[in-house]
């Protein structure tokens, strides 16, 4: 026996009890938020194929799950409100509809629940538009400035709905601030902005495409989200985003950029959201119906690993599976 004898980690590996006692990263309910994807009309209920457990519902049926999900303790959301086919155009108009899926779903759950549910609704033309890009394009691809004022429709229509924060997911430049222009001018200074910062270009939003039909007719999205190599634009994006008035700030995805979830933590002191997005969740879910992975073991530990990598909120589509069957 050396002097390095004496130090023995595993004396802190004991038991239970102790290993939860000195544990470094815990995740509680509180830290969670569920998406959903809102369809227009009550009694909707569609359920998405490449998503496992996770629904497409009218504004009534949505009201009910957001009740149930209450009681095991999510107390909030992260909103698509969605639209048919027939009401999409080259500039995205219906997202600005007061009258559509998304808003009315927003009234409905602030006035069922009031402050004890916090709605943050996803920004975005791309459910809205006939193309599939998140702007109205120019040469194929979105026009930036053009597409920042159609953000702060949006956003404002959002608010004048109720929503506590809007999320604003397309990556233009300068679009925080233009939202924040525009909440600010009609009214909305204290509705916040929880903002997809650092959204990687990533092959793991395809189911997500699949549920909001919002897939690009033509080309890709490489032309304004990240390149998924780029860590140190990673920080200056999130940067970028605090210094336009950012509340919050968003790293997407999650599992395969937790460096960047770390690095984005050590540079801004907003709370920072990880986004668990759908290709992350039905590879997860695929698997455990095979058997080839136990469910409850391995949504712990991608939860946990987003925390302990810095990420103080979780945005995920196991949020209701994991509380309903304590996998925490
Ligand atoms: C819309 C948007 C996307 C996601 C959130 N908002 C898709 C995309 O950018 O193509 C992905 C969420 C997920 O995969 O769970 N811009
Ligand atoms: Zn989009």
Redesign the pocket.
């Known amino acids: 026996m050396n002097d390095s004898n004496r130090i023995r980690p595993r004396r802190l590996r004991r038991s239970q009890a102790l290993r939860d006692m000195v544990s470094e990263t815990r995740v509680h309910a509180d830290q969670l938020i569920m998406?959903h994807f809102v369809l227009g009309e009550d009694g909707q209920q569609e359920s998405i194929e490449s998503m496992p457990g996770i629904d497409r519902m009218g504004p009534d049926r949505l009201l009910r799950q957001v009740e149930a999900d209450r009681e095991l303790g999510i107390r909030s959301v992260l909103l698509?409100g969605l639209t048919g086919d027939s009401t999409k155009d080259s500039h995205g108009t219906a997202s600005k509809d007061p009258t559509g899926a998304g808003p009315r779903a927003i009234a409905l759950l602030k006035k069922e629940f009031g402050d004890d549910l916090l709605v943050i609704t996803?920004v975005?033309l791309?459910?809205f538009t006939d193309h599939g890009h998140?702007g109205p394009l120019e040469n194929g691809q979105p026009d930036n400035d053009a597409t920042l004022p159609l953000l702060g429709e949006m956003a404002r229509v959002h608010a004048d709905a109720g929503a506590d924060f809007v999320a604003p997911?397309?990556?233009m430049d300068h679009r925080v601030a233009a939202i924040r222009d525009a909440l600010d001018q009609s009214g909305h200074a204290g509705v916040g902005i929880l903002s997809?910062s650092v959204?990687f270009a990533?092959a793991?939003?395809?189911?997500?495409?699949d549920?909001?039909s919002?897939?690009?007719q033509e080309g890709n999205?490489a032309g304004y989200?990240m390149d998924l190599r780029n860590g140190r634009e990673a920080e200056r994006e999130a940067l970028l985003d605090e210094a336009e008035g950012a509340d919050m700030l968003m790293v997407?995805?999650a599992l395969a950029y937790l460096d960047v979830i770390r690095r984005v933590r050590e540079v801004s002191r907003l709370p920072l959201a990880a986004?668990?997005?759908?290709?992350?969740?039905s590879a997860v879910k695929a698997a455990a119906e095979r058997g080839w992975l136990e469910e409850s073991l391995v949504v712990r530990e991608n939860l946990t690993a987003m925390a302990r990598a810095g990420a103080d909120l979780l945005i995920t589509?196991h949020a209701r599976d994991a509380l309903r069957e304590g996998w925490l």
């Open positions: 998406p698509f996803d975005c791309c459910p998140c997911s397309d990556m997809y959204k990533s793991y939003y395809g189911p997500f495409r549920a909001a919002s897939s690009p999205r989200q997407k995805p986004y668990n997005v759908s290709g992350e969740y589509y």
